[in-house]
């Protein structure tokens, strides 16, 4: 069996962590095969149904399973046992970092100017759930800190969930973060994410990046009014007001010329 790349988009991810078994009949399987390639790390070959021509949504970036990427971390799963951290991985698979200097280098296919990766924090015992950050490099050089937190990666417990960890049942687990290199990165850049610190939590679970060469923003339309601006940057300001003779509480806009 030829291993398979990582998909390179993140089309359907639920349809992405199927089993071969849910693939079905073995004439898809076979097509599938056909169109894998060659796995370059550590991550267990999987197969992708994304390789299926016409499956899935086309999408403006481009994604990379962190479990085929290069890193000195410990690649986990592929795990499909409910209640593990892999098993609710894209591909079952991710990396975790646990020390100082561990890192996932990911290699750009296409020019890039911004990252949305996908990770996992573990939680405090008492469900509160941490902050902490991760260096992000281009070609050996710091860009910038990333925050990260798993205040929204934990669910306990049976439907509803909720966040108490005596409840077990943890599941969910991840959450993304997005930032932006500030320039266009040419293709063939390595982009690291990498442990600074464990001070604020003990390993950081990478599962994927998605890279993308974001547009600039809209410019306004003809005649358009700004309705905040920085005093700086121009005369009209928005300021929050009472608005008379409405309900407690309410709030209007009050914009005016200086
Ligand atoms: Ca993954």
Redesign the pocket.
């Known amino acids: 069996m030829q291993p398979q790349p990582?998909p390179q988009r993140r089309v359907a991810r639920t349809v992405a962590v199927l089993t071969a078994t849910a693939l079905g009949t073995v004439g898809l399987l076979t097509a599938v095969l056909a169109n894998a390639g060659a796995a370059h790390a550590a991550?267990v070959p999987a197969l992708s149904p994304l390789a299926v021509p016409g499956r899935g949504a086309t999408v403006p970036f481009i994604e990379q399973?962190?479990?085929y990427a290069a890193t000195n971390g410990t690649v986990i799963?592929p795990d499909r046992l409910y209640g593990h951290l892999?098993s609710e991985?894209?591909?079952?698979?991710?990396?975790t970092l646990s020390a100082v200097g561990q890192f996932v280098e990911f290699t750009l296919s296409a020019p890039a100017n911004a990252v949305d990766f996908?990770y996992s924090l573990p939680d405090t015992a008492d469900g509160r759930g941490r902050d902490a950050s991760i260096d992000l490099l281009a070609n050996g050089s710091k860009l910038k800190s990333v925050g990260l937190t798993s205040k929204y990666g934990w669910y306990y417990g049976g439907y509803p969930f909720n966040n108490n960890p005596g409840d077990t049942n943890p599941h969910h687990f991840y959450d993304e973060a997005r930032t932006m290199f500030g320039s266009t990165l040419p293709a063939g850049t390595k982009i690291r994410l990498q442990v600074a610190s464990t001070a604020q939590s003990p390993t950081f679970t990478i599962?994927?990046a998605d890279f993308e060469n974001v547009a600039p923003p809209t410019a306004k339309p003809a005649e358009a009014l700004d309705v905040i601006l920085p005093r700086k940057e121009g005369r009209t300001t928005a300021q929050p007001r009472r608005r008379s003779g409405g309900a407690a509480g309410m709030t209007d806009l009050a914009v005016r010329q200086r």
Do not use: N, T
């Open positions: 990582p991550g399973e962190a479990e799963g892999p991985a894209s591909g079952r698979q991710a990396v996908r599962d994927l």
